[in-house]
């Protein structure tokens, strides 16, 4: 099965969970991207990998048009049932892959992507397809979790994604954001990382875990090195895991004529 297939899995069978999810629904980054938005014009929004449509209902109220784009269709309905619930007329729901944008060049004036690219196989292409639809000076808004940039971190936190999320590609480290956005032509206006913490039972809850994979993703953590369990303040109790903590990135960037 190819990640975009175990995506639409995935997360067509866990969807709701990702309407009510708190990790989702909540967060001072919902409040970065809003800050990173004002004093725009702000006519035309893309909301990529909608999921919960977390960022499209918190955006609507200040975009003209908002258009709320997933691969899954039950991610769709979910999102579309929650913002129209919060009296949101102004969203258009579309399923569509975040590397083969089905949009025309300089569409919108800003795209968001938050909490997805780490589900991305093609990561370039998200970028460019993102380029693309934005119009000169467009904003482009991007939240995803992050790995470590020590390896042998990077290698641990993308495998405990992995173990707990097949649909999970790969947690991209701080530099290679920064690489890819500046060579693809934006202009980068902020880079903010902020600290993560998962509660390791509604973490795995979100993914409707059985009970010997949940055991065996806990037994791996538990077991860990202690320079990884202390780097990722990973709490150990009774040899059960409550929580540890990652990194997440905030980045804004504006698009330049190539």
Same mark, same amino acid.
């Given at each position: 099965?190819?990640?975009?297939?175990?995506?639409?899995?995935?997360?067509?069978?866990?969807?709701?969970?990702?309407?009510?999810?708190?990790?989702?629904?909540?967060?001072?980054?919902?409040?970065?991207?809003?800050?990173?938005?004002?004093?725009?014009?702000?006519?035309?929004?893309?909301?990529?990998?909608?999921?919960?449509?977390?960022?499209?209902?918190?955006?609507?109220?200040?975009?003209?048009?908002?258009?709320?784009?997933?691969?899954?269709?039950?991610?769709?309905?979910?999102?579309?049932?929650?913002?129209?619930?919060?009296?949101?007329?102004?969203?258009?729901?579309?399923?569509?892959?975040?590397?083969?944008?089905?949009?025309?060049?300089?569409?919108?004036?800003?795209?968001?992507?938050?909490?997805?690219?780490?589900?991305?196989?093609?990561?370039?292409?998200?970028? @460019? %397809?993102?380029?693309?639809?934005?119009?000169?000076? #467009?904003?482009?808004? =991007?939240?995803? &979790? /992050?790995?470590?940039?020590?390896?042998?971190?990077?290698?641990?936190?993308?495998?405990?994604?992995?173990?707990?999320?097949?649909?999970?590609?790969?947690?991209?480290?701080? @530099? %290679?954001?920064?690489?890819?956005?500046?060579?693809? #032509?934006?202009?980068? =206006?902020?880079? &903010? /990382?902020?600290?993560?913490?998962?509660?390791?039972?509604?973490?795995?809850?979100?993914?409707?875990?059985?009970?010997?994979?949940?055991?065996?993703?806990?037994?791996?953590?538990? %077991?860990?090195?202690?320079?990884?369990?202390?780097?990722?303040?990973?709490?150990?109790?009774?040899?059960?895991?409550?929580?540890?903590?990652?990194?997440?990135?905030?980045?804004?960037?504006?698009?330049?004529?190539?």
């Amino acid at each position: 099965m190819d990640n975009k297939k175990t995506i639409a899995s995935q997360f067509g069978t866990n969807a709701a969970n990702y309407v009510t999810s708190k990790t989702h629904a909540k967060g001072k980054d919902l409040d970065l991207i809003e800050n990173g938005v004002k004093d725009r014009k702000n006519t035309s929004l893309l909301d990529i990998a909608t999921g919960g449509g977390h960022v499209a209902n918190k955006l609507a109220p200040i975009f003209k048009k908002v258009t709320a784009l997933d691969l899954t269709p039950e991610m769709l309905e979910n999102a579309q049932s929650f913002i129209e619930s919060n009296g949101h007329q102004n969203v258009f729901f579309v399923q569509g892959d975040a590397e083969a944008l089905p949009f025309p060049e300089e569409h919108f004036d800003t795209v968001t992507c938050r909490i997805a690219p780490h589900h991305f196989s093609n990561v370039d292409q998200f970028i @460019s %397809e993102s380029y693309r639809v934005l119009t000169e000076d #467009g904003l482009f808004l =991007l939240i995803d &979790n /992050v790995s470590p940039e020590v390896d042998e971190y990077d290698h641990f936190y993308n495998e405990v994604e992995k173990k707990r999320d097949p649909s999970h590609f790969r947690a991209y480290k701080k @530099s %290679e954001w920064i690489s890819w956005v500046e060579k693809e #032509g934006f202009s980068i =206006l902020t880079v &903010n /990382v902020f600290e993560k913490k998962f509660i390791f039972d509604e973490w795995c809850r979100m993914m409707n875990l059985s009970g010997e994979v949940k055991e065996a993703l806990n037994r791996y953590m538990a %077991e860990s090195s202690e320079e990884i369990r202390n780097f990722f303040s990973i709490d150990v109790k009774e040899e059960k895991i409550q929580s540890f903590k990652g990194e997440a990135i905030f980045l804004a960037a504006v698009k330049k004529k190539k």
